[in-house]
T-cell receptor, first 116, second 113 residues
Framework: GAVVSQHPSRVICKSGTSVKIECRSLDFQATTMFWYRQFPKQSLMLMATSNEGSKATYEQGVEKDKFLINHASLTLSTLTVTSAHPEDSSFYIC????????????FGPGTRLTVT | AQSVTQPDIHITVSEGASLELRCNYSYGATPYLFWYVQSPGQGLQLLLKYFSGDTLVQGIKGFEAEFKRSQSSFNLRKPSVHWSDAAEYFC???????????FGTGTRLLVSP
């Protein structure tokens, strides 16, 4: 149980375009989802916290107009990188918290974004 | 402010030898502590967690960790390392429910034959 999926696993897009990444909780309802960014050989940096049905809470320094987060249902959150630039290339990982187990985050496998 | 320090960027251990990865945290309240493992290009897998109770916690794959409040530490151990344990290990601290996790910078484990 407690499986989180991400789609796509890898994506390459051209500079200036937008790309959407999906995060799904497959076998539980996720009241809260988190989006992280990980640069090569570095740790995970929290970008935003997403609660179902409400606006996401962004961490300091994260542009909310560039990284659009939507948590439309209890099993799906999306991250849209708008007007992507090469510096947005990174590994994006989501995690989800089950309403039954609020202390543990279940992580998705990550999405590798490359902007050319 | 909460923070996690993993002082070792990378560690090399011979297969079959014991392992200890260090983690120190700073947190203003009762911490919830986690160890995750990440293989290259993959997401994070939870090895073990500490919320309360017994300060020695057992995890998956033969790992254990000990919470020492006096030292603000939560070191990860394994008595005999296998080649498949080579990966990146992250220590993380969080608080009450639904609070965000703060991760350490990670320790890359290399296993030599």
């Amino acid at each position: 149980g407690a499986v989180v999926s991400q789609h796509p696993s890898r994506v390459i897009c051209k500079s200036g375009t937008s790309v959407k990444i999906e995060c799904r909780s497959l076998d539980f309802q996720a009241t809260t989802m988190f989006w992280y960014r990980q640069f090569p050989k570095q740790s995970l940096m929290l970008m935003a916290t997403s609660n179902e049905g409400s606006k996401a809470t962004y961490e300091q320094g994260v542009e909310k107009d560039k990284f659009l987060i939507n948590h439309a249902s209890l099993t799906l959150s999306t991250l849209t990188v708008t007007s992507a630039h090469p510096e947005d290339s990174s590994f994006y990982i989501c995690s989800a918290i089950s309403g039954d187990s609020s202390y543990e985050q279940y992580f998705g496998p990550g999405t590798r974004l490359t902007v050319t | 402010a909460q923070s996690v320090t993993q002082p070792d960027i990378h560690i090399t251990v011979s297969e079959g030898a014991s392992l200890e990865l260090r983690c120190n945290y700073s947190y203003g309240a009762t911490p919830y502590l986690f160890w995750y493992v990440q293989s290259p290009g993959q997401g994070l897998q939870l090895l073990l967690k500490y919320f309360s109770g017994d300060t020695l916690v057992q995890g998956i794959k033969g790992f254990e960790a000990e919470f020492k409040r006096s030292q603000s530490s939560f070191n990860l151990r394994k008595p005999s390392v296998h080649w498949s344990d080579a990966a990146e290990y992250f220590c993380a601290v969080g608080g009450r429910s639904f609070q965000k996790l703060v991760f350490g910078t990670g320790t890359r484990l290399l296993v030599s034959p």
